[in-house]
């Protein structure tokens, strides 16, 4: 079965700083999609960043950009140049073409002015 | 831009009640998704439903949850005789179509409180 494991559930960055938060999965499929959707309190989880496993350039989009290593079966988000606006839970997901997306626990990041 | 929406933000019942959960998925989306989070765990899929019928479900939606699309525009979650152990925050999430590329949009959610 596959498994998504988000290992910090809370992490604090300063603002305009860079923070990095940890995604591992377990599969055994050769083809899927990673995602990082965050979720602001009270809001909808929105789409951040995405990654297909066949492509081995790593997913970037403007200030977020992620480190996806295949055969560690890793996937972290980088996200720079840190944001009040950034402050939200993180969900890490994945899905190999089924139609259920499998999400980790999440991890809390707070932005500190 | 188009958002999923749920209803109501917060529901609070008793163990045994009936529960209806709502959410009104994008107008043009095809495919619709009931997640579910209880607090501190992950979030989990419950099911998706195309062209009026469950397409994949998982485990935990048993007999005790349905799903049905009354009209054009809802999307609904029922569980018929609540326990303590549904309380969660329950995901709404509609997309397009299906496979790898296909995002998932979500709703809000709605916090769900069996007492």
């Known amino acids: 079965a596959q498994t998504v494991t988000q290992s910090q559930p809370e992490m604090s960055v300063q603002e305009a700083e860079t923070v990095t938060l940890s995604c591992t999965y377990d599969?055994?499929?050769?083809?899927?999609?990673l995602f990082w959707y965050k979720q602001p309190p009270s809001r909808q989880m929105i789409l951040v960043i995405r990654q297909e496993a066949y492509k081995q350039q790593n997913a970037t989009e403007n200030r977020f950009s992620v480190n996806f290593q295949k055969a560690a079966k890793s996937f972290s988000l980088k996200i720079s140049d840190s944001q009040l606006g950034d402050a939200a839970m993180y969900f890490c997901a994945y899905t190999s073409g089924s139609e259920k997306l499998v999400f980790g626990k999440g991890t809390k990041l707070t932005v500190n002015p | 831009e188009p958002e999923v929406t749920q209803t109501p933000s917060h529901q609070v019942t008793q163990m045994g009640q009936e529960v209806i959960l709502r959410c009104v998925p994008i107008?043009?989306?095809?495919?619709f998704y009931w997640y579910r989070q209880i607090l501190g765990q992950k979030v989990e899929f419950l099911v998706s439903f195309y062209n009026n019928e469950i397409s994949e479900k998982s485990e935990i939606f048993d007999d005790q949850f349905s799903v049905e699309r009354p009209d054009g525009s809802n999307f609904t979650l029922k569980i018929r005789s609540t326990k303590l152990e549904d309380s969660a925050m329950y995901f709404c999430?509609?997309?397009?179509?299906?496979?790898?590329?296909?995002?998932?949009?979500f709703g809000p959610g709605t916090r769900l409180t069996v007492t």
């Open positions: 107008s043009n989306h095809l495919y």
């Open positions: 999430a509609s997309s397009e179509g299906i496979g790898l590329k296909v995002q998932q949009y």
């Open positions: 599969t055994s499929e050769s083809d899927y999609y």
